[in-house]
């Protein structure tokens, strides 16, 4: 009996939550004013350029798995962003019990973003979106 109680907790242990569709949605409301390609598609900021819905930057792409071939071809794809942002927040979001909170300020902050004062701007305006249900799901049209 006892190398499936260790068995059980060795797996319990690799569990990992995933973002959920409402969080997701919103983060995209807020990233892109709406959750709406942007035009134009990308936007040079003090800290880069930002493409897309999500709003992210080539580095966050690379960190998401180099998905769609290159950064301006999956930028231009509601699946490609959609996809990136899913896999760059497995790989750094790795509590189980993670929160939408926890998404969120790390979308936004990178690995240390749930630790961040400067992330709670962007969470608080997720929160309101989840709250009063201000998101509308992505077109899946490309």
Not at 31 to 48: A, H, I, R
């Amino acid at each position: 009996m006892k190398p499936l109680i260790l068995a059980v907790a060795i797996c319990a242990s690799f569990a990992q939550a995933a973002v959920d569709d409402d969080c997701l949605a919103c983060m995209c409301f807020v990233s892109s004013t709406g959750c709406v390609m942007p035009d134009p598609l990308c936007e040079d900021t003090d800290w880069g350029e930002v493409c897309g819905p999500w709003a992210i930057t080539n580095p966050y792409w690379m960190d998401g798995g180099f998905q769609g071939g290159t950064y301006h071809n999956c930028v231009q794809s509601w699946e490609c962003n959609e996809s990136t942002v899913r896999s760059y927040l497995a790989r750094y979001v790795k509590d189980p019990k993670a929160t939408c909170e926890t998404y969120s300020r790390t979308h936004v902050g990178g690995p240390y973003g749930p630790q961040q004062d400067y992330t709670l701007n962007y969470w608080y305006q997720v929160k309101n979106c989840l709250d009063y249900g201000l998101f509308t799901p992505p077109s899946v049209e490309d």
